[in-house]
């Protein structure tokens, strides 16, 4: 069962480098966040992976972990996400509701 997981670990590992790739050359910053969000994601399944693996039954210490990581990984994609939106909006970019503003045709 433990091949399983360790397997199962490096396949994800494996799935971690083109995010890395796009997390460096993003062309917009909505990708690079995007990107670091699923490598917290997929570093958060690792935790518990390795929680399984871990001699003497140490899974649940892993999973808490696993939990705190991914939820400081959601709090900071948002507080990223809110920042880059109040840029925008500071720059005249959209509008207070959120909606792009229409282009001046002249």
């Known amino acids: 069962m433990n091949y399983f997981f360790i397997w199962s670990g490096l396949v994800l590992l494996v799935m971690m480098i083109p995010l890395f790739y796009r997390m460096n050359a993003g062309p917009t910053a909505l990708d690079r966040i995007v990107a670091v969000n699923m490598i917290g994601t997929k570093t ?3 935790l518990v992976f ?3 693996i871990f001699p ?3 899974v649940g210490m892993f999973v808490d972990f696993a ?3 991914g939820l ?3 709090l900071g994609s948002l507080a990223a996400a809110r920042y880059f939106h109040r840029s925008r909006a500071v720059a005249g970019e959209i509008d207070v509701e959120g909606e792009a503003e229409e282009p001046a045709i002249e």
């Open 44 to 46: 958060a399944i690792l």
């Open 67 to 69: 939990l705190a990581y």
């Open 50 to 52: 390795v929680g399984t």
């Open 56 to 58: 003497g039954n140490r």
């Open 72 to 74: 400081l990984n959601f």
